[in-house]
């Protein structure tokens, strides 16, 4: 289990309010309690975050271009140029420190690595770095409890049929899941995989096409809500018509990293690697949340979301399955740029898990 234990620690520093004014704004609050109790060479894996970043919103004032592909070239452009001429010095430091397994991000303009504890200090105040985090994993979620509905009620409760009928049905749109991964073979699923290298990411290489790894099939259930067809009898999927790409964000053992969920945003956004090429989807979502800390805004991929919605992509997630009690919102759908969704039964009604 790869650092799960560390989510405890930092409910407890969002609840009791704990601060480390030595190094505040340089090392989190998580981060320096883990260090506290570190040996000078044990090995931590951490997010560093640089001082300067490009404003999202500056640049997209500034663009005119009403061609979506062009603006998101032009946003993905600026963030790898940023990334490109702030991060040399720093990966020359930590190369000549011996840092391990350094991985470059510019979808925010910073990187992951992992470096010896007693190394951590110096790294965090350097000019160039704004805030040294732990790079912990969360836990994959228990699927959301099923109903005795049929699958369709879900489809018919939110007038999808009729927009089918007025010629609506997803066409010439692309959908994206963060999830366990996609049955590929499914009979609802196969024919709308777009297919090829820019159409799946796995960040931990453990399968080269789409796969789900989740016994109960996590990612292909919430794929088959949105693109699903009705080979099975029934039409389960929202957008029949559209196409879609998956990330398997959960390893083999449901475990996500906070770089392996950075790395997955950053490919959605530039899937194939080339900013001059249009195939980032028009819509992702995200089934998971930090369903430990409920009512706390955990802000960890603000950039991120940040930079895919100034590139016009949708970003949905899970309110989550806490409910029913009030405050029981989780992170990242209580960012306040994400959009979040809750549940209804059969009935309509507020499902009793849906988070409030």
């Known amino acids: 289990m790869r650092k799960s234990i560390y989510i405890s620690i930092i409910f407890s520093l969002c609840v009791l309010g704990v601060q480390f004014s030595a190094r505040a704004g340089t090392i ?12 000078p060479d044990q090995e931590i894996d ?14 997209v004032d500034t663009k005119t271009l009403k061609d979506k592909s062009l603006l998101r070239s032009e946003i993905i452009t600026e963030l790898k140029i940023k990334a490109d001429k702030t991060q040399k010095e720093l990966l020359k430091f930590l190369d000549d420190k011996k840092a391990k397994k350094t991985l470059s991000f510019w979808i925010f ?7 010896r504890a007693d190394l951590i200090p110096e790294l ?30 879900n489809i018919d409760a939110i007038g999808a049929p009729q927009l089918w009928d007025l010629g609506f049905t ?5 959908i994206a899941n963060m999830d366990t991964g996609v049955d590929v073979n499914h009979s609802d699923l196969y024919p709308r995989w777009r297919g090829g290298t820019n159409s799946w990411f796995d960040p931990y290489g453990q399968w080269a096409n789409p796969h789900d790894s989740h016994p109960a099939g996590h990612g292909t259930g ?17 957008a029949p018509g559209a196409q879609w790409i998956a990330v398997k964000m959960f390893d ?26 249009d195939d980032a989807p028009d819509v992702v979502n995200n089934s998971w949340g930090y369903r430990n800390w409920p009512d706390i805004c955990y802000l960890e991929f603000q950039q991120d979301i940040q930079a895919l919605k100034a590139s016009e992509i949708a970003v949905i997630f899970s309110a989550g399955n806490e409910g029913p009690g009030s405050a029981t919102s989780i992170s990242p759908a209580n960012n306040p740029e994400s959009f979040a969704v809750g549940a209804v039964s059969s009935t309509l009604d507020i499902a009793g898990y849906s988070s409030r």
């Not at 303009?109 to 470096?115: E, Q």
């Open 252 to 277: 083999d053992a449901g475990e996500a990293p906070v770089s392996a969920i950075h790395q997955s945003f950053q490919w959605l956004l530039d899937p194939d690697g080339d900013p001059y090429t």
């Open 28 to 39: 989190s609050p998580d981060l320096q309690l883990v260090l506290e109790g570190a040996s």
């Open 124 to 153: 965090a105040v350097r000019p160039e770095v704004a805030e040294v985090r732990l790079d912990f994993a969360i836990l994959l979620s228990d699927p959301m409890p099923a109903t005795a509905a049929t699958p369709e009620w």
């Open 170 to 174: 997803g066409q010439g749109l692309v």
């Open 46 to 59: 951490v997010i560093v975050f640089l001082t300067e970043q490009v404003d999202l919103k500056a640049l």
């Open 222 to 238: 919430t794929m088959g809500v949105m693109v699903g067809g009705d080979a099975t009898g029934t039409s389960i999927g929202v």
């Open 109 to 115: 303009n910073g990187l992951a690595v992992t470096v």
